[in-house]
């Protein structure tokens, strides 16, 4: 079903249909907010208020932007005024106090890039991560990053280099020269 | 060592994947979204409709005819600045009062802002 005509029955009160879109959206929008607010259960609070606000103004949303960017844009608006709030602003310090634990030979390969990757976002500033995430992660353009944070087409591309940058040192601090030539010398 | 290239940390990214939240999230986010109204968008439309104008223009072309063939007001039209810089140019016999040029430029204003109310109206 496309999502003009998901959104029409949801207008039309389905409440099936928006726990379709919630289903369909929702470890994305977690995504972003966890990028942003580092935090599980602030995330899943930040999630929870995005698909309220999104289902309270779903009716206005007029299409001239994608749905996920639109999804994308409240998330990561409410994710920033959550950690505003709660001033998180000490993930990072406890992050480079903890220093990385050995590769568990248990774990699935991808929760180990993930637990990897967490803790070298977690080094970057949230809104470099969370844009990094945007636009690595979800292939979002400029232009639609530009629409999800509201920032300046050439701030965003400040922050991109910028987090690019800093998640190789990041990467390379973190796993040493041979892991880091593993995750990157694949091609 | 290798230097990460755009298409190396995208494919770390997607590698890793999205973040799972706890399995109750969806219900709990249904729960909350069966106690919340959805808010109708405000309708944003021209503060005057089609007919509207056509009187308005008719009434306006009417006036300004009734200036034209009027008896002269004053207003010199061959004198001043637009006599320096155009000697040949002169305006139609008739009246020019000044309160028909301001709401001449009234009515163009509020058609301005109409015609954008119209536009964001259509974007909605």
Known sequence: MDHKSLIQQIVAGDARAYEQLVRQYQRMVYTVCMRVLRNAEDAEEATQDTFVKAYQHLAGFGGSAKLSTWLYSIAYRTAISMGRRKRLDTVAAEDLAHPPAAPSTNEGHQTELKRVLDRALGQLEPEDATILSLYHLDELSVEEIVTVTGLGASNVKVKLHRGRKKLQEVLTRQLGPEAHALLFDHG | ?124
């Not at chain 2, 729960?31 to 056509?54: D, N």
């Open chain 2, 1 to 124: 060592m290798a230097e990460p290239r755009d298409t190396d940390l995208r494919h770390l990214f997607q590698q890793a994947g999205y973040h799972d939240p706890s399995r109750d999230l969806t219900s709990r986010i249904m729960a909350r979204v069966a106690v919340t109204p959805m808010m109708q968008p405000s309708v944003v439309r021209p503060l005057i409709g089609k007919w509207g104008w056509v009187a308005i223009g008719t009434a306006m072309a009417g006036l300004l005819v009734y200036a034209l063939i009027s008896a002269p007001a004053g207003i010199d039209p061959n004198g001043g600045l637009v006599k320096q810089l155009m000697p040949t140019f002169q305006l139609p016999q008739g009246a020019w009062p000044v309160w028909l040029m301001a709401a001449s430029g009234c009515l163009f204003l509020l058609a301005v802002v109409d015609r954008k109310l119209a536009r964001k109206s259509a974007q909605h």
